[in-house]
T-cell receptor, first 115, second 113 residues
Framework: AAGVIQSPRHLIKEKRETATLKCYPIPRHDTVYWYQQGPGQDPQFLISFYEKMQSDKGSIPDRFSAQQFSDYHSELNMSSLELGDSALYFC??????????????FGPGTRLTVL | QKEVEQNSGPLSVPEGAIASLNCTYSDRVSQSFFWYRQYSGKSPELIMSIYSNGDKEDGRFTAQLNKASQYVSLLIRDSQPSDSATYLCAVKLAGAGSYQLTFGKGTKLSVIP
C-alpha cells in the first residue's frame, strides 16, 4: 500500500539558511499534519492542513511557514535556521476529514541537521 | 504536568512474556487514543486505536481504555525481540477544530531473548 512520502530524507544546512521540506500524503488523503521530534523527545505538533486550508496550529515558530497545494502535497518552509531546529520532521496524513476518529499515518521523516 | 504521561522505562521483559504499557491523560473529554511504535530514528507506526471503554484486541496486541480513570494501556502478548522499540501513547485532545495528536514521552521496551 502506498505510504506518505517525504523529501528530502536528510538535509544539512548552516545557521541562518533556509530549508524546504516536502510531504506527499497517501493517495486520497486530504489532511496533512507536521510534527517535529527533537533528540530523545516525543513528536510535537507544528501545523495541519485540511483541503488546502490551515486547520490547526501548534508550536510552530514564526520563522516557519507551510502550505498545502491543490494536489494535497504540503511544504514546510523554514527560514533563519537555528541550531535548535535540528530534529526529525514528520509529516502525517489522514482521510478522516477532521474528525476525532481519523487516523494519522506517518511518513519516514526528514532529518534536518543545522550546523 | 504533561497532558499525556507514560513511564519512560526502560521496561524489560523476557521473550514470550506479556509486556504491559501504561498511559494516563489529563483532558477528561479526550475521545481518541492511539498507540504508536517507534524504532530508533524511524517514524511512528500505528499499532492500535481505541475510542470506547473496554478492550480492543488485534493479534498479539490488546488496548484497554478506562475513561473514568483517564487511563489507556497496551498489552503485548508473546513478546518478541522485534517488539523492542519505544511505544508512544497519543491522545486527541478535545477542542473545536483541534485534531492534532498529543504524545506521551514514550516507554522504551526491551524484549530479552
Amino acid at each position: 500500500a502506498a505510504g506518505v512520502i517525504q523529501s528530502p530524507r536528510h538535509l544539512i544546512k548552516e545557521k541562518r539558511e533556509t530549508a524546504t521540506l516536502k510531504c506527499y500524503p497517501i493517495p486520497r488523503h486530504d489532511t496533512v499534519y507536521w510534527y517535529q521530534q527533537g533528540p530523545g523527545q516525543d513528536p510535537q505538533f507544528l501545523i495541519s492542513f485540511y483541503e488546502k486550508m490551515q486547520s490547526d496550529k501548534g508550536s510552530i515558530p514564526d520563522r516557519f511557514s507551510a502550505q498545502q497545494f491543490s494536489d494535497y502535497h504540503s511544504e514546510l518552509n523554514m527560514s533563519s535556521l537555528e541550531l535548535g531546529d535540528s530534529a526529525l520532521y514528520f509529516c502525517a496524513s489522514s482521510s478522516g476529514g477532521l474528525t476525532s476518529r481519523d487516523t494519522q499515518y506517518f511518513g519516514p521523516g526528514t532529518r534536518l541537521t543545522v550546523l | 504536568q504533561k497532558e499525556v504521561e507514560q513511564n519512560s522505562g526502560p521496561l524489560s521483559v523476557p521473550e514470550g512474556a506479556i509486556a504491559s504499557l501504561n498511559c494516563t491523560y489529563s483532558d477528561r473529554v479526550s475521545q481518541s487514543f492511539f498507540w504508536y511504535r517507534q524504532y530508533s530514528g524511524k517514524s511512528p507506526e500505528l499499532i492500535m486505536s481505541i475510542y470506547s471503554n473496554g478492550d480492543k484486541e488485534d493479534g498479539r496486541f490488546t488496548a484497554q481504555l478506562n475513561k473514568a480513570s483517564q487511563y489507556v494501556s497496551l498489552l503485548i502478548r508473546d513478546s518478541q525481540p522485534s517488539d523492542s522499540a519505544t511505544y508512544l501513547c497519543a491522545v486527541k485532545l478535545a477542542g473545536a477544530g483541534s485534531y492534532q495528536l498529543t504524545f506521551g514521552k514514550g516507554t522504551k521496551l526491551s524484549v530479552i531473548p
